[in-house]
């Protein structure tokens, strides 16, 4: 009699990640988030072993420390090329991506694949649209200055009534936003200068001997 086949586990729970590069010198990091307790997986090792010196580890937690995400979602990443600090630098700008992505409206997102138990978001970058909103910018005019007498009056506060708390899409923006002013967002273009011809590297020259 042939052996019965083990039962089939239950339905996983259903985890959404988003996806997002990094990129530093010659280095280059995959980044997955998605919600959990803080788990950071760099190319299958915790980011501890992974990276040993202190300021490596506090370029690749800083954008979950400054939208205080430390531990409520998990990071997956491989990276690749480069050294040590190149791809501790990658891993900040994919990480911060991604969260970008997390927290972005529902029309800024597109979906790249779904199953039953995962579904793939990443940025959707539409160029028309990118460009529109460039020209849409324009330049800040000077703030005028306020008087004593043409300062508005506040309006009362109603007596015991709360503030109005903030929606979900104005802490949304402002995580964004932190993630922008902090330069998490910002691709670092500096490079090593590549060697010249008859120097001995990008600027030092021979050594001048007089006799």
Same mark, same amino acid.
């Given at each position: 009699m042939?052996?019965? %086949?083990?039962?089939?586990?239950? &339905?996983?729970?259903?985890r959404t990640y988003y996806i997002a590069t990094g990129?530093?010198?010659? +280095? *280059?990091?995959?980044?997955?988030?998605?919600?959990? %307790?803080?788990?950071?997986?760099? &190319?299958?090792?915790?980011?501890?072993?992974?990276?040993?010196?202190?300021?490596?580890?506090? +370029? *690749?937690?800083?954008?979950?420390?400054?939208?205080?995400q430390l531990s409520r979602v998990d990071v997956f990443v491989t990276a690749k090329g480069g050294g040590i600090t190149g791809q501790a630098g990658a891993v900040s700008q994919g990480l911060a991506r991604a969260m970008?992505?997390?927290?972005?409206?529902?029309?800024?997102?597109?979906?790249?694949?779904?199953?039953?138990t995962v579904t793939v978001i990443k940025t959707l970058r539409d160029q028309k649209k990118e460009q529109a909103k460039a020209k849409a910018?324009?330049?800040?005019a000077a703030a005028p200055v306020a008087t004593a007498e043409a300062a508005p009056t506040a309006a009362p506060l109603i007596p015991g009534a709360a503030p109005a708390a903030p929606s979900p899409a104005d802490v949304a923006s402002g995580m964004v936003k932190k993630l922008r002013d902090s330069g998490?967002?910002?691709?670092d273009a500096r490079m090593k200068e590549r060697?010249?011809?008859g120097l001995r590297g990008a600027r030092r020259g021979t050594q001048f001997s007089k006799r």
């Open positions: 042939a052996e019965k %086949k083990p039962a089939k586990p239950a &339905n996983k729970t259903h990129r530093r010198k010659t +280095a *280059v990091a995959r980044v997955r988030v998605t919600e959990g %307790k803080g788990q950071v997986l760099i &190319n299958g090792k915790p980011f501890d072993e992974y990276f040993h010196e202190d300021k490596d580890r506090a +370029a *690749v937690l800083g954008p979950l420390k400054i939208t205080d970008k992505t997390m927290f972005s409206p529902a029309d800024e997102q597109r979906e790249t694949f779904k199953s039953a910018i324009a330049p800040k998490y967002l910002t691709r060697k010249k011809y």
